[in-house]
Each structure stands twice: as structure tokens, then as C-alpha cells.
């Protein structure tokens, strides 16, 4: 059965400083990876996914992730919070020929001035 | 852009009364989802359509029935609403597993409902 962990319900990270959000997956087929985000009372909108292609995978806003099948990770990082990245993080794992997808728990960022 | 949109934000009912959420994509999806999500609980997959007509439950089906007769529309029905289903309601789609270029889910809105 897949799962999805994700470590720390809440991040806080001060305003310029390394975003670093974390993702631990169980899957016994190669997965498809996706990073969500969502602000106050919206939609979940794609930050990025990975499809066995490259394992460094560039989303938007200034977002990327790596998929390391060793550790069953693909951690999210930014190098410098903006304010504007203050929002919930949801990581999920889809099982190629399949139609679902799991999604963990989320993490909270917040971005300190 | 793929869209997926769904009737209300906001809606309030009262307990016991028959509710309809409704979403409609406009992509042609095969698949559509809804979700439940609250707080510390992530997304909680209530029901899933593969087809018109076609449904499988999710992981909390209880309570909620679901329908759809045109590709593009997925009505979530709360048979019988109640004071614990007061919750984020996320309607989504997707296209059909053999295309890999396209695995993610489109999500709409959200539709918070607070059955009092």
C-alpha cells in the first residue's frame, strides 16, 4: 500500500532563509511525486511533480525538488522564503495505472520578517 | 488552463437537510475525486469516478453519495447533512492513467460547508 509522510505539521523560516519541507513516501511500484500548495481558503494548485524523468525536478516560484529512491524522499526546497510563499504544503504520491492518489497530512509554512 | 469549478465557496446548511455540491471541468477528464480535508487530517477521498456513471468509494464514503451523468459534471450528495460534516470540500480531475505527461489532479476552489 502507498503512503506519504510528512515531518513537521508546522515551519516556520525566517523571511531570505532556506525553505526545506519534507516528504518520505512508501510505494512498492515506482511512483509519481507531486508537491501541492495552498493558501487561505483556495484550491490546491501544482507546484511541481516528478514522472521518472529527471530526479531534480524545477516547479514554480522558485521551487524544486529531488527524488532520492534510496531514502523514498523528495523533499521540497527553496533557497530564499518570500513572505508570499507563507501557505500549506501537501505532498502526493500517485501509482502510475492507477487512479488515485494519497496525500499526507500537509505542513504549515510560515515566513518570519 | 484546466479548470475546475465548483458552484459555491460557502455554503451553511442545516442538519438533516439534503445537500448538493457540485463541480463541473471543462478538460475533458476522465477522472474525478472529491475530498474532504481538515485540519491535521491532510485529504480524505470520499468518492472517485472513472467514467460517466461509473463511481468507486473512497476511504470515508459514509454518509455521502455522488453522481455523475455527463463526463464533465460530479455532484457529491449529502444524504442527511450532520454537525460532522462541517468541512472543506475539494472537487478535482484528471486525466486517465495512461497518459504520463499528464498525472496530476486539477483541483477546484473549495467549497467550505458549516451544517449547523
Known amino acids: 500500500a502507498q503512503s506519504v509522510t510528512q515531518l513537521g505539521s508546522h515551519v516556520s523560516v525566517s523571511e531570505g532563509a532556506l525553505v526545506l519541507l519534507r516528504c518520505n513516501y512508501s510505494?512498492?511500484?515506482?511512483?509519481?511525486l507531486f508537491w501541492y500548495v495552498q493558501y487561505p481558503n483556495q484550491g490546491l494548485q501544482l507546484l511541481l511533480k516528478y514522472t521518472s524523468a529527471a530526479t531534480l525536478v524545477k516547479g514554480i516560484n522558485g521551487f524544486e525538488a529531488e527524488f532520492k529512491k534510496s531514502e523514498t524522499s523528495f523533499h521540497l526546497t527553496k533557497p530564499s522564503a518570500h513572505m508570499s510563499d507563507a501557505a500549506e504544503y501537501f505532498c502526493a504520491v500517485g501509482r502510475p495505472g492507477t487512479y488515485k492518489y494519497i496525500f499526507g497530512t500537509g505542513t504549515r509554512l510560515k515566513v518570519l520578517a | 488552463d484546466v479548470k475546475v469549478t465548483q458552484s459555491s465557496r460557502y455554503l451553511v446548511k442545516r442538519t438533516g437537510e439534503k445537500v448538493f455540491l457540485e463541480c463541473v471541468q471543462d478538460m475533458d477528464h476522465e477522472n474525478m475525486f472529491w475530498y474532504r480535508q481538515d485540519p491535521g487530517l491532510g485529504l480524505r477521498l470520499i468518492y472517485f469516478?472513472?467514467?460517466?456513471?461509473?463511481?468507486e468509494k473512497g476511504d470515508i464514503p459514509e454518509g455521502y453519495s455522488v453522481s455523475r451523468e455527463k463526463k464533465e459534471r460530479f455532484s457529491l450528495i449529502l444524504e442527511s447533512a450532520s454537525t460532522n460534516q462541517t468541512s472543506m470540500y475539494l472537487c478535482?480531475?484528471?486525466?486517465?492513467?495512461?497518459?504520463?505527461?499528464?498525472?496530476?489532479?486539477?483541483f477546484g476552489q473549495g467549497t467550505r460547508l458549516t451544517v449547523v
Open positions: 469516478s472513472y467514467d460517466v456513471k461509473m463511481k
Open positions: 478535482a480531475s484528471s486525466l486517465g492513467p495512461g497518459d504520463r505527461r499528464n498525472t496530476e489532479a486539477f
Open positions: 510505494s512498492s511500484v515506482p511512483p509519481y
